[in-house]
């Protein structure tokens, strides 16, 4: 029988800017390789799952009454498969990890169904797409970008843009450069990784690179010697103008528009060259496709991988191991698990009204059931392990014993990657970042998203807090001895980890002593000197501060900072850190703050401070005769800038009802008074306002930011669910009475349950893994009580005793549960 809705189907439009879910469901990782396939709603693009056991397709039609979906199944074309180790097949001619074509890999089998007339699976409605109008549709829905590459923009790239060093670059030459003089280092016998100085032709080796390049950086001395800032890789010129140029000034890969000009100044014609080497592009994206964690023992046998629950591995997105080894360290925890497996998820999922692409409640679901159900944790290959996958909890993790490790496909959490990153500056992009602050970004994303639900519902967990505990700290005055005590909510506890050096590799490499984790908690428990501006002296004095947790939280994470600033730029440092036997921290009452004692005088409130003025500005100001009030006031409005805005300002503003009216002191000083300073300038909001923000959003992003424009986008963007309305100051006694989440109890015990570890020059670069513990059928981790599984992006394997012992002495964040 033809469904006698299908004239509704023909006034759809094809999608245009919406991002369609046609690859899985948006609240499962069901996709279109199932037998079922996903069902692509033509109203909203949202994706359904199909099944007895999920059905979300089912779902999305009752909450939505949307009544045709485009059914889209996807299966393999034979022949279709490339080995690792083959080269890609398409020239790398920037940085960006491209994919073949979907359309030359796979077979697509698209059916139209209508909803109305079957409400369970939806009734097929054979032959519709023969229809002109309706194919037209099914053709758009295929040939949009799909949700997942919306979201990462098909690939990751690096932009590489020119500078001003290399637009206004200035040229010493002394002629043509005979050929005997590009033919190695000028200060070594290297013959590759030349680099040529664009300003004066000096002929330079690079440093070293990946994959074993050689280089003695003689390139990088000459900058520091003659400050030219400009080089060209040799090797990499080609006949249309392109070539590796970096700027040392910039520290970045710059592009020089005028590059076939510039090294004609040296009689090098850019047509007769040919391309020998490789470019820093095409280095990098051969490292970062091969950079791995070693996979195989001691022995050099290849670790197995395990399957079941709670061991599904995340695919990597591009650049997004620092979001998997957090995502897999956060679901193994039991107050995670719990809160995202629960009956209140179904109940949430029913009931939620935002598309569940949007939605960062259901994405969490969504995460949780991918990574802890075993639902997607089987061997690539689609063989099964000797017994079925997921029986037995987390306890039922098996080994894959085939003779070649068979891994798992893993799922790709791009849905939730995107809703976490929205309109943040860095965690929206593809570039790679660091696991520490994505952690906090995530758990502060989290809480203010719960707090929204609780309001509705106080019986909601906020599972954030279990990571949450508060620092005392404990300031006194050396000549009235008078004290004050501030506390403070954190959720990681950042150690500094000196850097004493011991020796160097062959090779250069500085080997650094080791460090206890437990001195590294102790020096930031110590005490400290600094100098003070008492108010009971009224005098700057030399004070003591002690730090003391005022709580301790359930589960401890432990952030090692291995850094040192190298040019201005931080760079990591591989300094082993030992943990304590067993891997077992302790705390006691020593560690613990005790607050105000009954022997102890309380510090007042220090006096508030008025703002500070360019004395030069407010001088030139002054001689125009202006008031002295009206001068500041101009001054703080326009960011002490100069004078001239000041003027200008002055002028548009001297009819102002208040513009006598003194200044006080700056909401949040101390004083406990209102701030009474000057509108931001109007052109500056309007100019917010324009880009879609709120007057009282514009106001607040432009005094938290000195009126500075481009740092007030910045704050808008990274506090997107700030309205913009003002809270009165808090004085101390207000800021002491704030709610501390934690417990008290001495002495509390922690053991270690995962650690993240990095491999890489830069946190924001390189690459990120997980070790987890997970109690398994025998105890043969390292400190008993589970075995130590590695979380590499989608490859799961049981780790060994010994990579884990080292591995552990470089982590970058230690994650501690009480015990």
Request: aromatic share 6%.
């Amino acid at each position: 029988m033809a469904c006698p809705h299908l004239d509704q189907v023909k006034n759809i439009r094809a999608p245009t800017v919406q991002a369609v879910h046609r690859e899985e469901c948006t609240l499962c990782f069901d996709g279109q390789d199932s037998d079922s396939g996903v069902d692509v709603c033509l109203t909203c693009f949202n994706g359904g799952c199909l099944g007895n056991d999920r059905n979300h397709a089912q779902l999305h039609y009752e909450k939505s009454h949307h009544l045709f979906t485009l059914n889209v199944r996807r299966k393999l074309k034979p022949n279709a498969h490339r080995a690792d180790e083959e080269e890609p097949p398409t020239k790398m001619k920037k940085l960006a990890i491209t994919e073949e074509r979907e359309e030359d890999k796979y077979d697509h089998t698209l059916t139209l169904k209508c909803w109305l007339c079957e409400a369970t699976a939806g009734s097929v409605i054979p032959d519709a797409l023969q229809d002109p109008k309706i194919k037209s549709l099914a053709d758009g829905v295929m040939s949009s970008l799909s949700s997942a590459r919306q979201s990462e923009v098909k690939a990751w790239e690096e932009e590489i843009t020119a500078c001003e060093h290399t637009l206004l670059l200035q040229q010493e030459s002394s002629g043509p450069i005979e050929a005997s003089g590009l033919a190695h280092c000028r200060s070594c016998d290297l013959k590759e990784n030349l680099w040529l100085c664009m300003t004066c032709g000096s002929l330079g080796c690079g440093r070293q690179l990946y994959g074993g390049i050689g280089g003695n950086g003689h390139g990088l001395d000459h900058f520091k010697e003659s400050g030219h800032p400009v080089s060209v890789k040799l090797g990499t010129i080609t006949p249309e103008g392109e070539a590796d140029i970096f700027c040392y000034i910039c520290d970045e890969t710059r592009q020089d528009p005028e590059l076939s000009a510039h090294l004609s100044t040296f009689g090098i014609n850019v047509r007769s060259l040919s391309k020998t080497e490789k470019s820093m592009t095409e280095l990098q994206i051969e490292h970062n496709l091969r950079y791995d964690f070693s996979l195989t023992n001691e022995d050099g046998t290849a670790l197995e991988p395990v399957f079941g629950r709670g061991l599904t591995g995340l695919q990597n997105l591009g650049n997004s191991c620092y979001m998997a080894s957090v995502l897999q360290t956060l679901f193994s925890l039991r107050q995670f698990q719990e809160r995202y497996k629960t009956a209140h998820a179904i109940a949430h999922t029913r009931a939620c009204e935002k598309l569940p692409a949007d939605c960062l409640e259901c994405q969490m679901y969504k995460v949780a059931d991918g990574l802890l159900s075993g639902r997607y944790s089987v061997p690539a290959s689609g063989d099964s392990p000797k017994s079925s996958v997921g029986q037995g909890g987390e306890g039922g993790g098996l080994l894959h014993q085939s003779p070649t490790p068979v891994f798992q496909n893993g799922v790709r959490p791009a849905t939730l990657k995107a809703v976490i990153g929205k309109g943040h500056a860095e965690f929206s992009t593809m570039r790679q970042q660091d696991s520490e602050e994505f952690l906090t970004h995530l758990l502060n994303t989290l809480r203010r998203d719960i707090h929204k639900y609780k309001q509705q519902d106080p019986s909601i967990e906020d599972v954030t807090r279990t990571f949450s505990y508060g620092w005392e700290q404990r300031l006194q005055c050396a000549d009235c001895k008078k004290v004050k005590y501030i506390t403070e909510e954190a959720d990681v506890v950042s150690v500094s980890v000196p850097a004493n050096e011991k020796g160097k590799m062959e090779d250069g490499k500085v080997i650094y002593e080791d460090v206890l984790l437990e001195k590294c908690l102790e020096t930031l428990l110590g005490t400290e000197a600094l100098e003070y501006k008492c108010p009971s002296c009224n005098k700057t004095v030399h004070a003591i501060k002690q730090t003391r947790f005022a709580t301790f939280p359930e589960t401890l994470v432990v952030h090692a900072k291995k850094f040192q600033l190298v040019n201005w730029v931080p760079a990591k440092l591989d300094i082993p850190v030992i943990l304590p036997q067993g891997d077992i921290l302790e705390f006691e009452g020593k560690h613990l703050g005790s607050g105000l004692q009954p022997d102890e005088q309380q510090l007042g409130e220090a006096p508030p401070e008025l703002p500070q003025f360019d004395a030069e500005a407010l001088g030139q100001l002054l001689m125009m005769g202006f008031p002295e009030i009206r001068c500041q006031k101009a001054l703080l409005a326009t960011g002490n800038s100069n004078a001239d805005m000041a003027l200008n300002w002055l002028l548009n503003h001297s009819e102002d009802p208040d513009i006598d009216a003194p200044i006080l002191a700056p909401a949040g000083s101390g004083g406990g008074v209102m701030q009474s300073l000057p509108e931001p300038p109007e052109e500056l909001v309007s100019m917010l306002a324009d880009m879609g923000f709120t007057g009282m959003q514009a106001k607040k992003a432009l005094r938290q930011t000195d009126n500075n424009m481009e740092r007030a986008v910045e704050w808008l963007f990274s506090h997107p669910d700030d309205d913009g309305s003002e809270a009165p100051p808090q004085t101390s006694s207000q800021r002491e009475s704030k709610t501390i989440y934690g417990i008290q109890d001495v002495p509390v015990r922690y053991r270690l349950k995962a650690f993240i570890s990095h491999k890489g020059p830069s946190v924001h670069s390189g690459h990120y893994v997980a070790h987890i513990r997970k109690p398994f059928v025998e105890n043969r981790g390292e400190g008993g009580d589970g075995d130590w599984v590695l979380f590499n992006d989608e490859k799961v394997v049981r780790a060994d005793e010994g990579s884990v012992k080292e591995l552990k002495k470089l982590a970058y964040l230690y994650v501690f549960e009480r015990v």
